[in-house]
């Protein structure tokens, strides 16, 4: 017998994104744009019915798909924000944030061989949960298209492997959403062929502009969609582990086999602080979006006014800027920009190799700290590169 491991999980790398901000601990001083995460405290409410839950003992095993009442909140949630009609004791599983219900869908759905087409660039957590299944991950470049996946483009890649397609709008890194008419005509494309579809719309609550439109919603995707969801960044809640996946009663039998062998089930006081947010807390991510949208438009307009190529981000925290003009890459453009500005940014080429070119910023910040990070980085690129005049464009 050897000591080798899992050739799988022995290729996996430490997410871009956390090799670089492990570099911050050497600037004491740099402002910190790389985080996803709210800057606002878990609602006090919540915090509290956690707190009780934990007084009362509730500290067992609930429910493998968690507590009825929790999934009964979660439809009515869907219910009343999107129309949606899901049944809370078969097609509802309550799971240890959206991670793991991203992991327990694929590793139900994905087999040897398989191939998952992923509009890029995108979140670095679903490649190794598609490769550790022993599936490919195939990325339909959206970066030519304003970060939206083109209907022609994502048909080409389909072929007979073809399992599934994900997707996450509002999206990270790019903060892009897809109004409705982007999404009829992806999904009469989608309609023609037997996929699955992972829909990831954990930043669904951070819209920032207009309503939020659901794959959810389509009736002939109802029977292959997963929705994957969850309270880490709609209520402040990363470091409680509560997500959620909506999904057909026939393959979540299934679902959630996989996810009870995995983790038996979700953290129990969270639970309770999850019932608390779903049902007297759902204002709360309207009034987060309040100081998001000024953070938006301060760092969009800042960022235009120093010549960044950007894309308006109608969603989630993040804003993505070219550096294409700066002739570097990305990794290097961000590790200069802390070394020798103090802001720290996360490279593009984190969120695959289509997001080279790239930066991601994150505003779940104070507009003290934005406003100071941009003066920073404006005084830097003027100094190394306007009055040097390295950038001509
Ligand atoms: N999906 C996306 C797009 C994310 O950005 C994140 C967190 N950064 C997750 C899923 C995972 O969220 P959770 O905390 O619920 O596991």
Redesign the pocket.
């Known amino acids: 017998m050897s000591l080798s491991i899992n050739a799988a999980a022995q290729g996996l790398v430490i997410p871009g994104i956390r090799q670089f901000s492990n570099q911050l601990v050497l600037y004491p001083n740099a402002i910190n744009l790389t985080i996803?995460q709210p800057d606002f405290p878990t609602p006090e409410a919540v915090k509290e019915a956690g707190i009780r839950a934990i007084a009362s003992n509730q500290t067992i095993y609930s429910h493998n798909a968690g507590l009825l009442e929790l999934r009964e909140a979660v439809r009515d949630f869907f219910a009343v924000s999107y129309g949606l009609d899901y049944n809370p004791e078969t097609e509802i599983i309550v799971t240890t944030?959206?991670?793991e219900a991203?992991d327990s869908v694929f590793r139900t759905i994905l087999e040897e061989g398989d191939e998952v087409i992923l509009p890029a660039p995108l979140?670095s957590?679903y490649e190794p949960i598609i490769t550790m299944c022993g599936a490919k991950p195939v990325y339909l470049d959206t970066s030519l298209t304003g970060f939206k996946p083109s209907p022609e483009k994502l048909e080409a890649l389909i072929t007979e492997k073809t399992k599934a397609i994900l997707f996450?709008y509002p999206s990270?890194p790019t903060g892009v959403a897809l109004n409705k008419e982007e999404m009829d005509e992806l999904v009469s494309l989608i309609a023609k062929y037997d996929l699955f579809i992972v829909s990831?719309e954990?930043y669904s609550e951070n819209t920032l502009e207009g309503e939020h439109h659901t794959f959810a919603s389509y009736a002939q995707l109802k029977e292959r969609l997963f929705l994957i969801h969850?309270l880490?960044k709609s209520h402040s809640m990363?470091g409680w582990r509560i997500?959620f996946v909506l999904g057909p009663a026939s393959i979540m039998e299934h679902v959630v086999k996989v996810h009870l062998y995995n983790g038996v089930c979700a953290s129990v006081p969270g639970q309770y602080a999850a019932i608390e947010a779903l049902t007297n807390n759902r204002h709360v991510p309207a009034q987060m979006n309040i100081a998001y949208r000024d953070r938006r438009d301060y760092v969009y307009r800042r960022l235009t006014l120093m010549g960044f190529d950007v894309v308006m981000p109608k969603g989630a925290f993040y804003i993505f800027p070219s550096i294409k003009q700066f002739g570097m890459p990305s990794m290097e453009f961000a590790t200069r920009l802390l070394r020798e500005a103090g802001v720290a940014v996360v490279p593009g080429s984190s969120f695959t190799e289509f997001g080279e070119g790239y930066i991601r910023i994150s505003f779940a910040y104070s507009m003290e700290l934005i406003k100071e990070a941009m003066n920073r980085l404006e005084g830097w690129l003027n100094q190394e590169f306007f009055v040097n005049k390295e950038v001509i464009s």
Do not use: H, K, P, V
Request: proline share 0%; net charge negative.
């Open positions: 996803g944030g959206a991670s991203l979140y957590g996450n990270n990831d954990i969850g880490s990363t997500g």
